[in-house]
């Protein structure tokens, strides 16, 4: 079975930019949706941004806000999804996590800890 792990996670300044990766233990990730989340201190997880395995809608997906500031992007021949932030903010620090879903099944990483300082 799959697992997924996600690092490149850190303490920043604001400003600053990261790459998170989302690494697959089995295989690749060309026959999953794959999607970040992340969840801030005493928030719910929230919907970052998204990379659909088929092509019936568009190909990558992002919620309103953080538009513009990530990317999240895939190479079918390796195991490994990106999430690039760019000009961090303090409000981006949160744990972020990795979720796969394939035939109706979910998967989920541990999570990467990012924190912005001021």
């Known amino acids: 079975q799959v697992q997924l792990r996600e690092s490149g996670g850190g303490l920043v300044q604001a400003g600053d930019s990261l790459k998170l990766s989302c690494l697959f233990t089995v295989g690749t990730a060309s026959r999953y949706d794959v999607s970040w989340f992340r969840q801030a201190p005493g928030k719910e997880r929230e919907f970052i941004a998204a990379?659909?395995?088929?092509?019936?809608?568009?190909?990558?997906r992002y919620e309103e806000s953080v538009k513009g500031r990530f990317t999240i992007s895939r190479d079918n021949t390796l195991p490994t999804v990106y999430l690039e932030i760019h000009t961090l903010k303090p409000e981006d620090t949160a744990i972020y996590y990795c979720?796969?879903?394939?035939?109706?099944?979910?998967?989920w990483g541990q999570g990467t800890q990012v924190t912005v300082s001021s």
């Open positions: 990379t659909a395995n088929n092509r019936i809608g568009p190909a990558t």
């Open positions: 979720h796969a879903r394939r035939n109706s099944r979910d998967y």
